[in-house]
């Protein structure tokens, strides 16, 4: 009959494979991420004309070593957008995302759910700061129901937004163009395996919750 102490050596190699097959699975994805899946990740919902077309905003940040160019269908004409895109920001609109997340970094963000009129009136040279201690953004372009630019002012980081109209619908496009000022292989890794992914899950809860909410009051 085996002994206590084999059932205990068995159970501890069993954890020892999981444990080993869940690392592996790890590296294999994460050494992966860059050929399979990167593009996809960089490119949620936009098709291949719109990842490789000019915007408003490009030329602010040339040569950016991380573009990404996201994209949703917006069953609601322009003009049903644009209100809830220019109320954005902490202590306006919000950013119609998780805000538990938003705000475990003190942003101070509360998603709207409805218009806002006092946030209306946005317009060129206007900054809006990212919490008390992050990227304060300047408004560089403001064509009203169609493009929305803005600028860090540290000039690392532009985020471009652009209305298309479409069979009576409205492409969406969000573009970010970020340099990374820290060009160590670590920094890389963290922007490449962290904030990409990262990026792809808070951008894809905003797309989705604009069209929600222009969707409501078209």
């Given at each position: 009959m085996p002994s206590i102490t084999t059932f205990e050596e068995a159970a501890m190699n069993s954890r020892?494979?999981?444990?080993?097959?869940?690392?592996?699975?790890?590296?294999?994805?994460?050494?992966?991420?860059?050929?399979l899946w990167r593009r996809r990740c960089l490119t949620w919902g936009a098709s291949h004309p719109e990842a490789g077309r000019a915007m408003p905003g490009d030329d602010l940040l040339p040569g950016a070593p991380l573009v990404s160019t996201r994209a949703i269908t917006v069953d609601a004409p322009p003009s049903a957008v644009w209100p809830w895109l220019v109320q954005m920001g902490p202590g306006r609109g919000g950013a119609y995302t998780?805000?538990?997340?938003?705000?475990?970094?003190g942003l101070n963000m509360h998603s709207a759910t409805k218009i806002l009129p006092q946030f209306q009136d946005l317009k060129v040279g206007d900054v809006i700061p990212l919490g008390a201690h992050g990227p304060r953004m300047r408004i560089e372009v403001l064509e009203s129901h169609h493009t929305l630019v803005l600028?860090?002012?540290?000039?690392?980081?532009?985020?471009?937004?652009?209305?298309?109209?479409?069979d009576g619908a409205t492409r969406l496009v969000s573009r970010n163009r970020i340099a990374t000022p820290d060009p160590s292989l670590a920094s890389r890794a963290?922007?490449?395996?962290?904030?990409?992914?990262?990026?792809?899950?808070?951008e894809r809860k905003m797309l989705l919750t604009l069209k929600e909410r222009a969707e409501s009051t078209a």
């Open positions: 020892s494979v999981a444990v080993g097959s869940v690392a592996a699975v790890a590296v294999l994805a994460g050494a992966g991420y860059p050929l998780y805000d538990w997340i938003e705000n475990l970094l600028r860090s002012e540290d000039g690392v980081w532009v985020w471009a937004f652009g209305l298309y109209p479409q963290f922007s490449c395996y962290v904030m990409e992914p990262g990026s792809l899950v808070m």
